[in-house]
């Protein structure tokens, strides 16, 4: 039972385009949600985050959107740039406050200069 | 520098061997995880410890075991119930979030444990 889907394995853009990445989730119980950008043989570090009272967090040229009626989130990057080049997992945190986390499968961005 | 080490980076095992994989974090985070990563399949979560002395099973937790003596440590043990102990590993860190104060969880740099 997949509850976090990131059902595009890929995407390719072009530097300087936006990157838009979805994630979708099954469990309305999630409160907080997160992405994390991972480079090959490393571990993910932390991009960004929103909890589920707002519906867009911005930092940077990093945006997420949160839409609790679709159960749909997005990480927009804009202007893309070859370094984002990179896996990009969503994750969510269920209500119950353990602190863990359920990822999405990863999407793999490819920015092209 | 505060982080989480992982040790060793890379680890082959023969079959029929159990193995541990080493995780220390110096961040005085109360919680740590265990992950695994496979090709396709995101993380999935092995065991989560909240406090010393106490951890959890997560959703793919057979053939695994942990131990949480110190606050610092948190070793995974892939025993040779493991039917596919072949992947990507990950341990990870945080102060569990109250509310909506929720921190994010800091991931160490992977151990890649392959049997042979």
């Known amino acids: 039972d997949q509850q976090v889907k990131q059902n595009s394995p890929s995407l390719s853009v072009q530097e300087g385009r936006i990157s838009i990445l979805n994630c979708d989730y099954t469990?309305?119980?999630?409160?907080?949600f997160l992405w994390y950008k991972k480079y090959p043989a490393e571990g993910p570090t932390f991009l960004i985050s929103i909890s589920s009272i707002k519906d867009k967090n911005e930092d940077g040229r990093f945006t997420v959107f949160l839409n609790k009626s679709a159960k749909h989130l997005s990480l927009h990057i804009v202007p893309s740039q070859p370094g984002d080049s990179a896996v990009y997992f969503c994750?969510?945190?269920?209500?119950?406050?353990?602190?863990?986390?359920?990822f999405g499968q990863g999407t793999t961005l490819q920015v092209k200069p | 520098d505060g982080g989480i080490t992982q040790s060793p980076k890379y680890l082959f095992r023969k079959e029929g061997q159990n193995v541990t994989l080493s995780c220390e974090q110096n961040l005085n985070h109360d919680a740590m995880y265990w992950y695994r990563q496979d090709p396709g399949q995101g993380l999935r979560l092995i065991y989560y410890?909240?406090?010393?002395?106490?951890?959890q099973k997560g959703d793919i937790a057979e053939g695994y075991s942990v131990s949480r003596e110190k606050k610092e440590s948190f070793p995974l043990t892939v025993t040779s119930a493991q039917k596919n102990p072949t992947a990507f590993y990950l341990c990870a860190s945080s102060v569990p979030g109250q509310g909506y104060r929720a921190t994010e969880a800091f991931f160490g740099q992977g151990t890649r444990l392959t049997v042979v």
């Open positions: 469990n309305s119980m999630f409160d907080y």
């Open positions: 410890s909240q406090i010393v002395n106490d951890f």
């Open positions: 994750a969510a945190r269920p209500s119950s406050n353990t602190g863990k986390l359920i």
